[in-house]
């Protein structure tokens, strides 16, 4: 059980991160990856990467295992910067004292019948060949398991956003924590969540950055450091299918054709800002069928992602929608 304290001043600091965290998305997509009895809504993205995962790899299947304990330095605090070069760097910029301290617990986790190897022991001396290695291995994974993914990604992740701005919207802060419902169970001053150890979190003032993760599985994550940015890591609602699907950022001819018309054009500038299909059918004053069929083809083109939330299906834009709506040069487009 994990159990985060807030005082009234952590309430009034309470962040839901912008976009998916790529230090974190390479942590628990790589722990997915090596974990037998996944969920099956990986199972797709697993047979796709598996089998093509480069060598430099090997340095995070020890680093990053399957259960149990990961360094803290591998997952900072990004300063609101999602980028994977500066998220790099900023991993290879950890202070040696706390590289010492890192592999020093992932030592002690695993225990004297398995040792870590010379290359992880090189890490905590801050090696100057091994960060290297290391760099090329965050690097190499993120362009092979993560990069062919990431319009989903970050599109399902815009996704939750839009159903966490809502809840903000209409019932404040209480009403963002209580949203998280059943993964989080928001007890005022209390949060609680299942987790595999007993763990009590007291906030201080410092405030909570809730991150929203797409391979975050089934419970969420915490840094093992107290002293470090109050962090979250939550898992999101997933779209069947969404590994078989890799159209990026063009829609298919026959769906596009499909696209031409002012209805489908309205329902696809409404959702930017997220919208239920109730909604949709009173602001454009269409039947909620004809909304769902409209909906159904923006969704088939890859331009719009619809969650189901409670009794309602929230409808948001994709990226690629977005690219479609405001043109290449990011101002509203023609159609």
């Known amino acids: ?43 797709e993205w697993r047979h796709r990467v598996g089998p093509r995962l480069p060598a430099a790899s090997r340095l995070l299947a020890e680093l990053l295992p399957a259960s149990g304990y990961s ?78 993914f990431w319009p989903q990604i970050r599109a399902q992740v815009d996704a939750d956003r839009a159903i966490r701005t809502r ?12 949203s998280f419902r059943p993964v989080l169970r928001w007890e005022p001053p209390v949060l609680e969540a299942d987790y595999p150890v007993r763990r009590v979190l007291p906030l201080e003032g410092r405030g909570l950055l809730l991150q929203p993760s797409f391979f975050c599985s089934r419970r969420p994550v915490t840094l093992a450091d107290p002293d470090m940015t109050p ?12 590994a078989a699907s890799r159209r990026g950022t063009s829609a298919r001819g026959a769906d596009l054709a499909a696209l031409i018309g002012r209805t489908r054009a309205a329902v696809l500038e409404d959702v930017a800002d997220g919208r239920t299909t109730g909604e949709l059918a009173e602001r454009l004053s269409i039947s909620a069928q004809d909304v769902s069929y409209h909906t159904a ?6 331009l719009l992602l619809s969650v189901r939330r409670s009794k309602n299906v929230l409808h948001t834009i994709t990226p690629a929608g977005l690219t479609l709506l405001t043109g290449p040069s990011g101002t509203p487009g023609d159609g």
């Open 1 to 43: 059980m994990l159990r985060v304290h807030f005082t009234s001043e952590d309430i009034a600091r309470v962040r839901v991160a912008a976009a998916p965290d790529p230090l974190w998305e390479i942590t628990n997509s790589f722990q997915i990856l090596i974990t037998r009895g996944a969920p099956p809504v990986f199972a």
């Open 71 to 148: 360094p803290d330095f591998l997952t900072p605090d990004l300063g609101g910067r999602f980028d994977l070069g500066s998220a790099v760097e900023t991993v290879l910029g950890t202070a040696r004292a706390d590289l010492r301290k890192d592999v020093g617990r992932l030592g002690a986790s695993r225990g004297r019948l398995r040792p870590l190897s010379a290359d992880v022991r090189a890490l905590a001396d801050g090696d100057a060949a091994t960060l290297r290695r290391l760099r090329a291995a965050l690097c190499g994974y993120h362009r092979s398991a993560l990069a062919p």
């Open 167 to 178: 809840a903000v919207l209409e019932g404040g802060i209480d009403g963002l924590l209580a």
């Open 231 to 242: 962090t979250l890591v939550y898992p999101i609602q997933h779209t069947l299918g969404w």
């Open 297 to 302: 083809v923006l969704r088939r083109s890859g």
